[in-house]
């Protein structure tokens, strides 16, 4: 006995279905897929959203409003988040991933005016609010807007 002669238990494997060989075949040469109707043709498949001729779904659905393709988001910051985490010196978007304000360095940091701050430091982000300078400003920092 060697590997030349191994072979497979008998009716341990099945042989594959042979299609499309006519009538002699044993399928009744329809190639196992009934006989006419569009199932039957070659091409003759359906989208699996297609409802039968029924309304479809996003077509039944009222629309309202449009999405703006040009609208700016921005990562928020406070300035009460700022006073508690950041130390003196200066604050960047490198440094707020740092500290976990923000997530992603590549979408626009904005700076919001609420709460308090007393810290001397230099801020830059991509916006401000007026208020946010303004209490920035008096304490002794600096507000810088980048591009």
């Known amino acids: ?5 191994l072979s497979y238990a008998k ?3 099945k042989n594959r279905k042979k299609v499309g060989r ?8 329809t190639s196992c897929r009934g006989h006419k109707g569009q199932k039957s043709r070659s091409g003759g498949s359906i989208p699996p959203w297609f409802e039968g001729g029924q309304m479809p779904l996003q077509r039944r ?12 988001t ?10 508690q985490k950041a130390a003196e010196g200066s604050i ?7 500290l976990g304000l923000i997530k992603n360095d590549r979408i626009p940091v904005k700076i919001l005016g609420n709460g308090e701050f007393s810290k001397k430091v230099e801020v830059s982000a991509h916006k401000f609010t007026k208020s946010a300078i ?6 002794g920092g600096k507000a810088i807007p980048l591009c």
């Open 1 to 5: 006995m060697d590997l030349s002669t």
């Open 11 to 13: 009716k341990s494997r």
């Open 22 to 29: 006519g009538i002699g075949s044993g399928h009744g040469g």
């Open 61 to 72: 659905v009222p629309k309202r409003g449009f999405t703006n393709i040009f609208k700016k």
């Open 74 to 83: 921005y990562q928020l910051v406070n300035l009460s988040d700022l006073e």
């Open 92 to 98: 960047n978007p490198e440094e707020l991933i740092k």
């Open 134 to 139: 303004a209490k920035i400003e008096k304490a």
